[in-house]
């Protein structure tokens, strides 16, 4: 039966009284993992021949790339994606913790409409739900508020209201907030019951057990979902361009219909500008899961400048090790 390469047989093994001087002298050989190097090289050749492709291949026309990057029209309309994202995430969340807590509540009421909302809200199609809404005033001329079945008090011009970052920033809300209300749920799900019972038997009122000491808790569980919810919330205001908002893509759409021979130099522009946000989001989801891991984890995780100098200093070890074989 053979042996696998770097094995010590049993005859190879060194007896008991062999000197200390020659037991120093001998050295273990590692398994050789050719597999691994295999693979390592494989996929380094496929990544820069990818590369290359991309510098290499006129189509791209980089230096129309560079054009258009920073120009004040694609700005504008980076910056219009940021403030609907900014505003439908902050809204969708609270919509989303209201709608837990009707889910957790004890009235029947309030769970039946809360489970209907994030039923319908989840099966219906975002852009289904923007369209809707920015053709609600054929429905609904007028807004108003009063006694229900009664008079009212206040009417709206329901026209008025709703421009187009209106429209756009009510509909990824009211989208935004049917996922949130789920991964709330499950946040505050995933804390022991052992907490809350603890907290009962202080005495504290409800809404100071919930704010201080179940919701910190659950947001351990809550961050990692939500910052995904956030990152797909970031791509979804593409879709605000068809109520007529013009956005990033939007721009870059009536850009590249204005300028038919740069389509995919601005669809590049597009993309490198969605990879730099959901990049930002990335970075300050790791920053607050660290900060939310003090005290249920023993050592804070590293960094990602600690961990590429961990991976570093382990690729420079397995060189030398290997180069002394």
Known sequence: ???????????????LDTPPEKLAAQRVQPLRRPGRWIATAVVLVLVAQFVHGLVSNP??????????????????GLLITLEVAAYSAVLGLVGGILLALARLSRSPVLRAVSWTYVWALRSIP????LLFLYNFSAL?????????????????????????????????SLNEAAYAAEVVRGGILSVDQGQHEAAAALGL????????IVFPQALRSITPNYVNQLIGLIKSTSLVFYVSLLDLFGTAQTMGATYPGDIVPLLLVVTVWYLILTSVVSVVQFYV??????GATRSLPPTPLQQLRSSLGEFRQRLRKEAAV
């Open 1 to 15: 039966m053979s042996e696998p390469p770097g094995a010590v047989t049993l005859a190879e093994a060194p007896a």
């Open 59 to 76: 189509f791209y026309q980089w230096d129309r790339f560079g054009y258009w990057f920073l120009r004040p029209v694609i700005l504008d």
């Open 126 to 129: 975002l852009i289904v739900v």
């Open 140 to 172: 609904y001329q007028t807004l108003s508020l009063g006694v229900p079945f009664g008079p009212a008090f206040f009417t709206f011009d329901e026209s008025r209201l709703a421009t187009d970052m209106a429209i756009a920033v009510v509909g990824l």
């Open 205 to 212: 009122p409800k809404s100071y057990q919930f704010w201080k």
């Open 289 to 294: 899961e660290r900060y939310y891991a003090r």
